[in-house]
């Protein structure tokens, strides 16, 4: 077996680990903006292609999404594997050419056959982003740049809706379009700013587990996308459930034999790492479905226009990139990841208790919504950056892929179950109590997120 390894050059030393964290927080924020952009399209989108039933019109989300979580963990491995840069600059283009594709789309299929695309691209440049702004910052420096590439990645989340509502004024091609030129200017600047990182040994990839993993996971996402549906076949859904956990196992069976393995299972099996994405799909399954409700809240409830929606929402976001920029990474350094993770988890979960204790019928954004938003806001702020950087303190540098793979899967996990959960609970119908049932279970799982984060204290004792 060969071992190679990709140095970093003196040059490299010198390199802009600014311009590093600018061009992988904007393909992250790319990246994840198009998970949450596309829903407030939808009547747009379902005008052009001639009145598409709901249940085809989903599949514009639902098939980014379910391609996009499969494909994280493999495309981690092969940057692990291949160089973090060169799988990053495909994913990068990948992504860009199924936007375009998008914004083209002249049929139902075409627009669904480009998300596919899009998503493909996504998974490629999502693992290695946060693999490369590890190597290129100093250890010292590590928890501010990985504060500020999550709280890019959670803001493009909360600035979906606002976002796509206006851009929808002008078409809902640029949804899509909208991605071109930003995508365009961080392919142009990455060979001079992103250095190679240290690759694995050499070998070819298990294929079959690999495949294993990408049809159990795929499979994972589609049953919980379509859990909520009431025309769904329970059968089905239960068959394709077992199909899940079936093919999951067998990459879990192989990656114990095979000498270049699917699953790095050292790095999975690592307990900050496996604590971490547990507290993580938590939160992100109470954070997907606070988006939802919050959108159901202030047009549905509260009767707000698309755009004062969309004005009522943008706090939030404003708040997590303060509280991630100015004080997250100070906070990880000062008192490790697992105190700040429980406290912003608590935090989050503070916000959803004023909401069930004040909001009301009548429209009161200034005392009953706004509070609760800040808090939230900086519970998101301080969770996610924290629970982002275990993979840079828990692994060797050669296992960033996978580690940074795991962590975007159990994201990607938590915002689907969450969108479901709350899908569930509003099914009787989009009243004042469905949605604070909705918070009291986005409670519940930010309060078990806290506990969980808290362990980490105990597994990661060093501040980084």
Known sequence: ????????????????????VLVVSVAAFLATLDLFIVNIAFPAIQTAFGNADLGAMSWILNAYTVVFAAFLSPAGRLGDRYGHRRIFLCGLAVFTVGSLACGCSVSFAMLIAARVVQAVGAAMLMPSSLALLMAAVPATRRARAVSTWAAVGAMAAALGPPVGGVLVTLSWRWIFLVNIPFALLALAIPPWVLAKTRTAAAGVPDLVGALS????????????????????????????????????????????????????????????????????????????????????????????TAAVAGLCLSPGPVVVVLVS?????????????????AAGATLYAM?????????????????????????????????????SSVTGKALPSHQWGSGSALVNTARQLGTVLGTAMLTVVLQSGPTLTAIRHGWELITAAAALSAVIAATLAFALRTPA
């Open 1 to 20: 077996m060969v071992t190679t390894l990709e140095t970093t050059t003196p040059e490299t030393t010198t390199r802009s680990t600014s311009a590093v």
């Open 213 to 304: 993993l990408v049809i159990g996971v795929a499979a994972l996402v589609w049953a919980i996308v379509e859990l909520p549906n009431p025309a769904a076949n329970v059968a089905i859904v239960s068959a394709v459930a077992l199909l899940a956990v079936g093919a999951i196992g067998v990459t879990v069976w192989r990656s114990r034999r095979h000498h270049t393995p699917a699953i790095d299972l050292a790095a999975v099996s690592a307990m900050p790492m496996w604590a971490s994405s547990v507290a993580l799909l938590l939160f992100s399954a109470a954070f997907g479905a606070m988006l939802l409700g919050n959108v159901i809240l202030l047009v549905t409830i509260w009767h707000q």
């Open 325 to 341: 920029l100015t004080v997250s990474g100070r906070l990880i350094n000062r008192y490790g990841v697992g105190a700040v993770a």
């Open 351 to 387: 916000g959803m208790v004023f909401w069930l204790c004040r909001i009301g019928y009548e429209p009161s954004y200034l005392a009953e919504y706004l509070p609760g938003q800040i808090l939230s806001g900086a519970g998101v702020g301080l969770v996610i950056p924290s629970l």
